[in-house]
């Protein structure tokens, strides 16, 4: 058996894919075995693996595209490590010495878990603090600890972690476009007794250029589905802390975004009994998204649905949308009228520096310098 199986799945990662395997081919620990499994790449991805296959380590396996989940879950099927450690293909390992310090903690504590470190990773491939330590979601590793599991965070950022092979036997990443990740850890969490920590800079996960990765129904469906998945698995192991957190997290996502298929998602997928411990936050979610619902619908029936929720003044849809009208005509006039205020103030600076300027320059003092200037220059 070998000490670790890192699992990667690849899909289109020509430019990242060389840089990713020499950070884990290079590792202090030999003794790991590096599952790569490509998901129906269209670039030269392949290829590259290819040129990596003669290091007996290495182990690639070709299926049509299906996605990340299925890819990490076809290899842990195979994986045949005491431990298990996972890898994006445009992410790096940033220590060479991190999986042996890390699997030494593990077996010195015959751990279920060992946790270390995460830094972001630029498009520019430079490595950035994580500022998500310095807001308290995540324990940051400074010395070698233990901690229990409702210590870790959000149930993010799985990568940062080993995880004892048996551990997983029935434990697999679910088949969705978005959030499978939280899912699987929350499942890893509720678990494990303690966790590990290893004061290392472990991980540099590349930071997407753009979070808006909801572009679909489906994705949003999915993606909310796994905050409703997770808040139940970490409740039922007592993990209370860390589902109250993540609760936050999702009213944080829920007040950044007005729209209409997230509305009704959340309507279907929670019961509003999940949002006692923040209504203040959940009532204004519902809030704005009722209002903004009603300029969708723009239907007499749903605006009359609407004025009972929110007891709205109005009485028809047609004269709660002049009232919005007017409101945003008022705005606007408002806004205009500060411009114009503002462009008088600054009107009347220049018209001072001008008057200024040309006392300076028509005296006498100033035409006589200014021929020593000429002279000089």
């Excluded at 209504?279 to 969708?296: G, H, P, Q, T, V």
Aim: with cysteine; glycine share 4%; charged share 30%.
């Amino acid at each position: 058996m070998v000490k670790i199986s890192v699992i990667i799945p690849v899909y289109n990662d020509e430019k990242y894919i060389r840089e990713c395997l020499d950070s884990i081919a290079n590792q202090t620990l030999n003794d790991i075995e590096i599952i790569c499994i490509n998901d129906g790449s269209t670039d030269s991805s392949l290829e590259i693996l290819n040129e990596y296959s003669n290091d007996n380590r290495i182990v690639i396996i070709n299926q049509p595209n299906q996605g990340s989940a299925i890819a990490r879950n076809n290899g842990l099927d195979i994986a045949q490590g005491e431990y298990i450690g996972f890898l994006d293909a445009d992410d790096i390992y940033i220590d060479s010495k991190s999986l042996e310090m890390m699997f030494n903690a593990a077996k010195e504590n015959d751990a279920d878990m060992v946790s270390a470190n995460l830094k972001f990773l630029t498009q520019k491939r430079e490595i950035v603090s994580n500022p998500h330590y310095d807001r308290g979601t995540f324990n940051y590793f400074s010395e070698k600890c233990e901690i229990g599991p409702d210590e870790y965070g959000i149930p993010f950022y799985f990568y940062k972690n080993l995880f004892k092979s048996d551990l997983l036997t029935d434990i697999r990443f679910p088949n969705l476009l978005r959030g499978q990740d939280p899912i699987f850890l929350s499942k890893v969490l509720s678990r494990v007794d303690r966790i590990y920590g290893v004061p290392i800079d472990f991980y540099g996960y590349m930071v997407p250029t753009s979070f808006n990765k909801l572009d679909s129904y489906t994705k949003k469906y999915h993606y909310i589905c796994q905050y409703r998945a997770c808040i139940d698995i970490l409740n039922k192991s007592g993990l209370f802390e860390t589902s109250d957190k993540y609760m936050h997290n999702l009213m944080m996502y829920l007040n950044g975004n007005i729209d209409v298929d997230v509305y009704d998602i959340v309507c279907e997928v929670f019961d509003e009994k999940y949002f006692e411990g923040c209504k203040s936050e959940y009532e204004s979610f519902k809030r704005s998204n009722i209002l903004n619902k009603i300029l969708a619908e723009n239907t007499q029936e749903y605006f009359l649905k609407a004025k009972g929720e929110l007891n709205l003044k109005q009485d028809s849809l047609t004269e709660y949308k002049i009232g919005l009208f007017k409101s945003e005509l008022d705005s606007k006039e408002e806004e205009y009228n500060k411009l114009l205020s503002e462009n008088e103030r600054l009107k009347k600076e220049y018209e001072l520096e001008k008057s200024f300027n040309e006392e300076v320059t028509g005296s006498k003092s100033w035409k006589v310098m200014n021929k020593f200037r000429r002279m000089r220059g």
